[in-house]
């Protein structure tokens, strides 16, 4: 019974539309790790110079980290973290970004 | 694999049906309880905040915090330097109190009774907590430097590495110095906190000297073999900037201090200064080190890196400098927001009957000035490894700058914007 729930809450979970998501707020905690440069949520602090992330289509934000991971687009400092996510991920994040309107 | 009980499916299974939730993810069922957070720096107040609106107020957080007011380490050596007032790195609490609705009370935390969920506080009284957040930073070791280990030597003798009175107390000693004085900074072996801050200090301290008493010296006196952090792009600020006036030192471990001639006392070797900085040897911060929890090396609380919670003492989680850190895990501030984040992703996930995400990511990023203008970054990834149990950095990612810049000066101050408002605002 407890693997059937198990299986049962895992294909949920997957119906749910996250496909990788162990947990069910995968994609919100790995966004959180970008927010202590780019503000809660994305929501960057006006003036701060540092990009807003919130609302960033997902298909431009996906080739802007794909081009810091690529060395294609010049970095002082993304490209080296880019480098630490997995495309997986990425993914993930800017999906999550995206959908904060 | 999962581990999961009948009732924890429910849950999901509902939470996946009411997907419509504020941040457009489905959740696990709503976390309820009471989770108490002892210190309001860069992981407990993230953790605060994080905790009220992950659970969309569904979780009652108290921060017991015994300063009025949030004041930042990092940017506090360019208030040293002289081109930051105290009033830049200064951060209401109202905004945790009033936005986020979490209750702050300003006292000490006395003593920890984990067993029966519950804390003293210093003015009298006792809390129960369903969950308990330990992120006390660090506390200094005086028996490692005897001539220090009293209240008058220590106002004399600065350290600075708690910003507050001290950032004000050492600026002070500076402007008061004459020209062709020399200042000295002694840097504990590591783990220290903020390991490029020493190097930070040195720099803008020069920076003050050249522009205004350029006869004077700066020595940095290492505990350590080698400079810590950023070691090329230091030395060469230092070659290039401040040629004939900072002196770096290696394997200079201060033991003691002659306080009425402010001298450091070295293993073979003493060193009188006009100014002396002396950063003691620390550790996990009182309430941390002195609860009964597990430390390594008798300093630093071992911790579970699903969840920060202690190794030893259930219902207790650790955030930032006072942890034992995972390989090549800096205790920065970046990172104890960083571990703020994880622990209440941990705890939410736990308050509403599921496991702690499995596969938990950090990262950390840190900018030093080598000049009012100009400053450098070191940056890593760290990626939760179910082999060792431990965040481990990820190869390739991750690095340093490739030279000083303005640029990076820029972002190193919007960083800071941010990082207040991720926790405070």
């Keep these: 019974m407890k693997l059937l729930s198990t299986v049962a809450a895992l294909s949920m979970l997957v119906a749910a539309g996250t496909a990788q998501a162990a947990d069910p707020n995968l994609a919100r905690n790995l966004a959180a790790t970008c927010a202590n440069c780019h503000g809660t949520n994305g929501r960057a602090v006006p003036g701060a110079g540092i990009d807003e992330l919130a609302g960033m289509e997902k298909s431009k934000a996906l080739q802007k980290l794909a081009d810091f991971k690529s060395g294609a687009k010049p970095a002082s400092i993304m490209h080296q973290i880019a480098k630490g996510y997995t495309d997986e991920q990425l993914d993930l994040i800017a999906g999550y970004f995206a959908a904060q309107k | ?425």
């Design chain 2, 1 to 425: 694999m999962m581990l999961m009980k009948r009732r924890d499916f429910l849950k999901i299974g509902a939470a996946a049906g009411a997907m419509a939730s504020l941040y457009g993810c489905a959740g696990g069922g709503k976390a309820s309880g009471h989770v108490v957070v002892v210190g309001g720096g860069y992981g407990g107040a993230t953790i605060a905040k994080y905790l009220r609106m992950w659970s969309e107020g569904g979780v009652q957080v108290t921060l017991i915090e015994r300063n009025p007011t949030f004041i930042s380490c990092p940017i506090s050596n360019l208030v040293i330097g002289g081109t930051k007032t105290m009033e830049d790195i200064t951060v209401s609490y109202d905004g945790l109190k009033n936005k986020w609705g979490v209750r702050i009370i300003q006292d000490d935390v006395v003593a920890v009774d984990a067993a029966k969920r519950s804390i003293s506080l210093a003015k009298g009284g006792a809390m129960t907590y369903g969950r308990l957040v330990l992120s006390p930073g660090v506390d200094f070791m005086w028996d490692q430097i005897p001539g220090l280990n009293n209240a008058e030597a220590q106002a004399k003798i600065l350290h600075a590495w708690k910003a507050g009175p001290q950032t004000v107390a050492l600026r002070k000693q500076l402007e008061a110095m004459k020209d062709g004085g020399t200042y000295a900074i002694a840097i504990p072996k590591a783990p220290y906190r903020c390991p490029p801050g020493p190097y930070e200090r040195a720099c803008l301290v020069a920076d003050y000297f050249k522009k205004n008493k350029a006869k004077s010296k700066v020595v940095i006196l290492d505990a350590n073999e080698d400079v810590m952090s950023k070691k090329g792009l230091f030395m060469k600020a230092w070659a290039d900037l401040y040629k004939d006036i900072v002196e770096y030192r290696p394997n200079s471990e201060v033991k003691d201090v002659d306080v009425k001639t402010n001298t450091a006392v070295l293993e073979f070797d003493k060193f009188r200064a006009d100014v002396l900085n002396v950063i003691p040897p620390h550790r996990a911060g009182d309430i941390a080190a002195k609860s009964g929890l597990k430390l390594i090396n008798n300093r630093w609380v071992d911790v579970n890196w699903l969840s920060m919670e202690s190794t030893s003492t259930p219902g207790v989680h650790v955030l930032g400098d006072a942890v034992f850190p995972a390989p090549t895990m800096p205790k920065s501030g970046h990172m104890a927001n960083q571990h703020g984040k994880l622990a209440a992703a941990a705890i939410l996930n736990m308050l509403s009957g599921m496991e702690p995400s499995q596969t938990p990511v950090v990262m950390n990023t840190c900018y030093s000035f080598v000049d009012a203008k100009n400053a450098i970054h070191v940056t890593s990834v760290h990626q939760y490894d179910p082999a060792t149990k431990v965040v481990q950095p990820v190869k390739g990612a991750g690095g340093v700058s490739a030279a000083r810049n303005e640029i990076e000066g820029k972002v190193a101050l919007g960083w800071a914007k941010n990082i207040w408002a991720d926790m405070l605002a």
